[in-house]
């Protein structure tokens, strides 16, 4: 044992860059790292904000207010379309009455909304406050500070939607008295999973702007600024090209299938689009196929039954996929831009 | 100093350079500080002094040579060497929202120390750095002053060897001042550490340091103790010595320069108090310059005169005047060593 303990002793002297990291460990009175001593401070600081309790505020009005349509919408036989009373339960979650949107618009509407509010000021904040310099004088990873603020944020973030998701669940269940399978639970749950990624990806979003613009302001118009390019202008840019890539001629179909390709996938680029698909072929187990094209064949022979869970996340899979992608892009993005800073005293 | 200097330097510069494109902050420096003194680094805004001071604590990258603390490479070894150094920055921040108590918690558990001990701790420099009354009160309400004596806490509590003030006494009150550079100079005596502050303002770090270093344009063009200072100064008399005295006439010139050891006697223009409306309007100031301490001959020298005597006082080169002789001597007189 002694022995092992020296060894290590002496392999920590030589490469001292790796004992800094090792050494504390095997400390005797196990202290919290610094890292979670970071993002207990963070998730607290979240908690006691106000940007939280509007926050709040707002999720539950919306929650509310979707569990008000949807239950008008049922009263009123939505389920009549489709004809099946299996998923009555997570139409809870989809359907809509009178011009009023229903709980998955409301997400898709407030994921960033949450994101870029929780992240907008992560970072420049602290350097006009004059803490960051402070905080990085202490025997902190830098990596771990940036780290700590996305760990923190995506814990809150996974409390809010999940809280939020269980909370139209449980009203939901008390006012239709109808129980849910343990499918549409777990189709409800991986589509909360899903939505705390997409929260996570304008969160990342939204630190990138922290690091890189010293006012938080500016920071957060350019967050807004992007949430309503991918909401409003993204689609009308596809569609735009999507006109001018039609060849005029009728017959060509595969000069249609390559533009109808790419226009899928321009749009997929999208992180709104990737996550309204995705959410919505969870909750509605009758899509089977997310392709715009399907051959008479394919369209004739298929069995006319919704999907099973397995089918529908394995066809949500990519977008899954695609959408943590681009959250450890812009993660990665935002990590090189501060690693890079110098760390001075407010500026 | 001599005792000082043959110990190891906890803090060693080599040849440390770091250029902003084209802009060289810090030019080839050279320093080594020795435990348990008190270092003024003094230089006018950006002459380098908070560059170098981040390449100190890896904090940011020199372009050529290395900073050693606590014999500690600082740019690969970062982490050690913020281990045991107490860095507070320039015009310091705390997290607002948060009390005084939680801030300096919050910085004792990121140095791994558990929270009990943390808090009594933090209890103890607050009482010690006169904040233990608003110890729970949230820091955005603390004035300037209250921030860098928090700032001091926050420092301390991770019982550093080395602490590295950057412009401790900027924007505060005299009477703050005054204290916090009482309390800085306690601090170095009672528990041995290191201290390393870069200042503007030479008056006050005068009063406390050990030694200081001249930094202007990213190069270090004097370094020693004030004394060692002034007399490195071209041609500068060792001892001067200021005089009120009523009357002033040629006679008393006379007397005053036929004291043993008296080189110079001038009358400052405008006189000592040079305020028209006081009763001793025509009060003169004399400088007398000497090789040797000859205030007790000078006063002798006066009072045969059968003049009166209002006021004796010895010169010392102040940092000022150090400072200002630097400046205009410009590049010839860089290196007066």
Known sequence: MSVWVNKLRGTAGKTGAVEGKTSVSSGAPRTASPFWVMVQKEFGDHIRSWRFVILLGIVTLACIGSLYTAVTALKDGAQTSGGDANFLFLSMFTVSSSGLPNFLTFLSFLAPLIGIAIGFDAVNSERSKGTLSRVMSQPVHRDDFLVAKFVAGLLLIAVVVFSLGFLVMGTGLYTIGYPPTPEEFGRVIVMLLITTVYVGLWLNLSLLFSVRFKQAATSALSGIAVWIFFLVFYGMIVNLIGNALTPSDPNDVQGYMDAQNLLTLLSRISPAHLFQEAASTLLLPDVRTLNPFVTQEQAYLAISTPLSFGQSTLLVWPHIVALIAETSLSFAATYLLFMRQEIRSRS | ?337
């Not at chain 2, 890896?58 to 606590?70: D, F, I, K, Q, R």
């Open chain 2, 1 to 337: 100093m001599t005792t000082i200097e043959a110990a190891e330097p906890v803090i060693q510069l080599k040849n440390l350079s770091k250029t902003y494109g084209d802009f060289t902050a810090v030019d080839r420096l050279n320093l080594n500080i020795y435990p348990g003194e008190i270092y003024g680094l003094l230089g006018p805004n950006g002459a380098g002094k908070t560059t170098t001071i981040l390449m100190m604590l890896g904090l940011t990258e020199p372009a050529s040579g290395e900073a050693l603390v606590c014999g500690l490479d600082a740019t690969r070894n970062p982490m050690q060497v913020k281990r045991k150094v107490g860095y507070m920055p320039d015009d310091v921040g705390f997290y607002e929202d948060r009390s005084a108590l939680d801030n300096l918690v919050y910085t004792a558990r990121l140095n791994r120390i558990p929270e009990a001990e943390a808090r009594s701790r933090a209890l103890l420099l607050l009482e010690r750095v006169g904040l233990a009354e608003v110890a729970h009160k949230r820091t955005g309400t603390f004035s300037r002053g209250m921030r860098q004596r928090l700032g001091l806490a926050d420092v301390l509590i991770k019982n550093p060897q080395v602490i590295i003030l950057d412009e401790p006494t900027l924007g505060i009150d005299p009477e703050g001042v005054r204290e916090l550079l009482a309390l800085i100079r306690e601090l170095s005596r009672n528990e041995g550490i290191t201290v390393l502050l870069s200042s503007h303002h030479l008056h006050q770090v005068q009063q406390i340091c050990d030694r200081v270093g001249l930094f202007v344009q990213g190069r270090l063009i004097a370094s020693g103790d004030i004394d060692t200072l002034s007399r490195q100064l071209d041609g500068a008399p060792a001892y001067r010595i200021e005089l009120d005295v009523l009357p002033w006439n040629e006679s008393l010139e006379t007397a005053l320069r036929g004291v043993d050891g008296v080189t110079d006697v001038q009358l400052t223009p405008g006189g000592g108090l040079s305020d028209s409306n006081s009763p001793n309007a025509e009060l003169a100031t004399v400088v007398v310059s000497g090789t040797e301490d000859t205030t007790a001959g000078l006063t002798k020298a006066v009072i045969d005169a059968g003049a009166s005597l209002f006021g004796v006082r010895p010169l010392r080169y102040g940092l000022d005047d150090i400072y200002h002789r630097y400046f205009e001597g410009g590049e010839s007189r860089e290196r007066l060593g």
